[in-house]
């Protein structure tokens, strides 16, 4: 079991800066591949960005490229997504996901089911 914990939300002005935390415990050293995803009220869950811990390689959304960067601190066992240039429409639920499955390119980790463990998440919300 891997256990993750979300943390670094909050309420922030457009064009604001957030960073949030994902603190991965239990059995870490399974854990192929980290992902973000946020879901806001009434929409489904969205893909934001994903990094594989051997390699380091990230993939992101089209949605999210260029504002947001994902990172790892394999010391703290800790993901990171750097928010930039947020905007209203950046309020969410943000959640962590990690997966151990080791599947060949990005696709599977794009999706809830590539991934095996989720956080409670945290709240972001974005005022104009």
């Known amino acids: 079991q891997v256990q993750l914990v979300e943390s670094g939300g909050g309420l922030v002005q457009a064009g604001g800066s957030l960073r949030l935390s994902c603190a991965a415990s239990g059995r870490t050293f399974s854990t192929y591949a980290t992902g973000w995803f946020r879901q806001a009220p009434g929409k489904e869950r969205e893909f934001l960005a994903a990094?594989?811990?051997?390699?380091?390689?990230?993939y992101y959304a089209d949605s999210v490229k260029g504002r947001f960067t994902i990172s790892r601190d394999n010391a703290k066992n800790t993901v990171y997504l750097q928010m930039n240039n947020l905007k209203p429409e950046d309020t969410a639920h943000y959640y962590c996901a990690a997966g151990y499955r080791t599947y060949q390119g990005w696709a599977r980790f794009t999706l809830e089911d590539g991934y095996a463990y989720w956080g409670q998440g945290t709240q972001v919300t974005v005022s104009s």
């Open positions: 990094i594989k811990w051997n390699s380091g390689s990230t």
